[in-house]
């Protein structure tokens, strides 16, 4: 999804099948590509059942694994240069914090590990996804404490409890722009806010029943994102959006390719 030539794709699997599809209709058959993955460079990471975190190394398709199963993982990420890894987790007999370890992927050394108290009582089950530039952690919202934005040793950047009064929904759709920016869903609107993280700009009203799952491009031009199960893609002022999958299945998680040429997209395989 986010870097150079050695660059990531990041997904969760439950019971699911990867689909590769062109963001652009009139790409080698208009919509989905069947899943050849020519062309593709860089790695998927992807947690299936309970098997771990697997890695696909393109071209090829090779599975390597690459995180053992823990039960007490609450989550995980990797960042945008693929150098380095974040783990969350519950700790034993702790049942108010939450550990975060950044380690290197090359070696496991460990560069920061914390513990961190979730503000407002919120959940000890959160997780984190590291920035653009690998400098901060964003812990999406939970019941109690709204978004939280950290730096790397722990220390507190950002709390944004709500908009205009209104708290977040639990676990919204949250995603880094390359400007450390986040843009989320919030009531029927996708808002973006940029650092200092202390006000929002409408992008978008979404008048739809069901939609979420916002992934932006690494150039920060485009978004994907769920629309009534299937995935939808328009520029980042909100203006442009299209339809760009039509499968049979309920489509979710879409993640954009390093280059932005593709589409990752989770769908059920039942």
Request: overall charge negative; proline content about 3%.
């Amino acid at each position: 999804m986010r870097i150079q030539v050695f660059s990531r794709w990041t997904i969760g699997l439950s019971l699911m099948m990867v689909l590769i599809t062109s963001c652009r209709k009139g790409d080698s058959g208009g919509g989905d590509n069947g899943g050849s993955g020519i062309g593709l460079l860089g790695h998927i990471y992807y947690e299936f059942a309970d098997n771990g975190v697997s890695r696909l190394d393109q071209p090829g398709f090779k599975s390597t694994l690459f995180l053992q199963e823990q039960s007490k993982r609450n989550g995980w990420d990797v960042s945008y240069d693929n150098q380095y890894k974040l783990e969350a987790s519950t700790i034993l007999h702790n049942y108010d914090d939450i550990q975060f370890t950044l380690s290197k992927i090359s070696d496991g050394s460990i560069v920061n590990e914390f513990v961190y108290s979730p503000l407002n009582g919120g959940s000890h089950y959160q997780s984190g996804s590291l920035s653009p530039d690998g400098k901060l952690i964003g812990i999406p919202a939970s019941f109690d404490e709204g978004i939280v934005i950290l730096n790397t040793d722990g220390s507190l950047v950002a709390h944004i409890e709500g908009i205009n009064g209104q708290k977040f929904e639990r676990l919204g759709a949250m995603s880094w722009l390359p400007n450390n920016g986040l843009l989320v869903a919030h009531q029927k609107n996708i808002i973006r806010i940029d650092p200092p993280y202390t006000s929002g700009k409408l992008v978008k009203e979404m008048n739809y029943t069901e939609w979420g799952d916002i992934a932006v491009n690494r150039e920060g031009t485009k978004i994907a994102l769920v629309i009534d199960k299937h995935i939808h893609m328009m520029d980042m002022d909100g203006g442009n959006l299209q339809q760009v999958t039509n499968s049979k299945f309920a489509e979710s998680g879409p993640e954009f390719s390093p280059d932005g040429r593709h589409l990752l997209v989770v769908t059920d395989y039942r």
